[in-house]
């Protein structure tokens, strides 16, 4: 039985067809030779595209071929969705590496280039950023030889995400707008992408200083969401079920659960990301002075991650209300939200979730009038934000502890941890390391 690419070869001279009066201005000539040799293999969507050039039905073309890229490749490919939309990144980078080892086994492109920019978008995650770009070099290259929309548009947003981390945040603005035109001008629905453009975006213009812009964004990204249903109990089970159904290479079986477990995230990431927009807004009107309407954010916020049952969401939410308490002067009621954080922190244990509630704890005392107190804070959080390499999060509190310390008129130590919070802001400087005792 000829191959696919054999098929499609075959039928394109039956019809006297140029490669490029194939591919037409949606594949390259370059896409259809690899496809036609072999050595790659087209998504379904471009499957169809084909078929209907080439005047045949899509069942012609994959009649005893085989799924595309393997049932092995498209259950790899789809645990490592899942252990991303988990919010399990390590999990997803070992998922995505595993299917990149199939996928270029099997020559499949269209796998090649979601893998590479999973990776991608797991290792940013991890902040392993110089990795993470490498992996997103590759898929864009794939992506901008298959020209698939979903995947370019992916790449830019994991591209601006890198970009953020790094403090390019005119490269990021950049990057991220590519990928909001192309999923406009496409049509694509895929929400929880378009989602992370808008709240990267709004993350964008806000540390960019400028709120209004940052305001749209969130705004933006609260409307394209819509709230769902309670379904991470489902979801994980149905994770469970995948897991082990893949570990006895019952791949079909694995496949049906592990789609369950995708749609159901799928749904989920709806309240979560609607979540995420509130908190992005609120952080942008506590910037401009709205205390009220921060609070009014953050409240939204903290009733969608309870009712997902997201403790960490809940613990991080804590945070910012307490921080919006204690500008508003509501000392009493930051302290309880403080208070919660922390439990839920004990509970699930996060080394950058503590560093933020030590912060926020050092804010609180020194607004509500213990700034002795507040020093000790703010140098565990410089020591938990030094050893977890979250350089803006460092650069801040090293400011702060600096400006407190010539309040309390000791200018002398205060320098270091001003030279240092320069230096973290703009590394090319040099500066001396802050720490030791105050």
Known sequence: MSSLGERIRSRRNELGLTQSQLGGTELTKGFISLIEKGRAKPS???LKLLARRLKMPVGYFLEETGPLGGAALQVSLQAARVALKQDQPAEA???FSAALALAKREHDLHGEAECQIGLASALTRLEEHDRAAEHLRRGREIAETTQTVEHLARASCVLGQIEMAQGDLRSAREHLLE????????GCPDLPLMADLLLTLGRAAQEAGDPAEAERWYQEAATTLAPTEDLPRLSAAHVQLGAEARARSANEVALGHLARAEHALEALAGPRLLAEARHRAATAALESGKADEAISHLQSALLIA???GDDTARARTLVSL???????????LAEQALVEAERLTTVTPDSAQSARIELARARFLRRSGSPTEALSHYQHAITSFESLGRRTD???ACNELGELLIEQERPSEAAPYLARALQELNPHRTAPRATGDV
């Open 322 to 332: 307490a921080e919006a308490q204690v500008h508003k002067g509501a000392y009493s």
């Open 93 to 95: 980078r070992e998922g």
């Open 394 to 396: 460092l650069a801040r």
């Open 179 to 186: 990928g909001y035109h192309r999923l406009h001008e496409h």
């Open 44 to 46: 379904i969507d471009n």
């Open 306 to 308: 309870e009712r997902i």
